[in-house]
């Protein structure tokens, strides 16, 4: 599999060429801001940006767009026959109890998810205010709800978060299991507005996020509720996985916690 990340300028350039796009959203009205260092080449950010004093990860800002990656065969955006995105209630932030007439509630150690979105067009980096971000994972068992047998009426651990003015969004969640064949990760996709997601079009990525060895091992060890992920996850890496193979230091998050306290993951995604 071969990564082709595509900056949203460059998306444009293949309308008329037998490629059908939505019209993009245009950024919020943020200054752009220009990152590089004595050499012009792009460097580390200032305070505020990934992995400045704003504390999210700067995995992705200096090397480009967040890879376009596979949307696996849980997505329920529509494109397998399933879509929560339209459902009253998929907008929200606390992503882990289901929402309507579903009752469930996904148990496991709890992880605020923190990601910032930004406009990225060569070296110009800018907040992508009025974006939205829908994410989806599996559960503590392996498990993803709308799919997996006993979960076909929950919808747990799926939401939908417009970005703010700074390009940042959030969403409380648990730590999930690793499952065979898989490591750890989540998945998300970004949109151009809220009312783009809502009505599931106009995607502008699909990508996928990793979770450091360290902290996943520290979970699988010492969580309640994890003791199958342990096994599975001695069998796999990075550098087999089949998302993550071909490189991962884009979606690599930053994680600080403890499994008594929880867990903070962070990362930036350029689009």
Known sequence: MVRRPLA???LLGMIGGGVALATLAACGGEE???ISDSSGRP???PSGMPGGAGGVSQSGVDEGDIPEETNGPYPADGSNGVNVLTESGIVRSDIRSSFGAASGVAAGV??????KVYDHDGDEMTPYAGAAVYLWQCDRE???SLY???LTEENYLRGVQEVADDGSCEFTSIFPACYDGRWPHLHFEVYPSLDDATTAQGKLRTSQIAFPADTCQEVYDNAEGYDSSQATFARVSLETDMVFADGHSLQLAKITGSVDDGYLLSLAVPV
């Open 32 to 34: 752009s801001t220009t």
């Open 142 to 144: 392996g498990r993803y």
């Open 8 to 10: 949203r300028r460059g």
């Open 148 to 150: 997996s047998e006993g």
């Open 110 to 115: 709890p992880l605020t998810i923190r990601l």
């Open 43 to 45: 460097g580390a950010p």
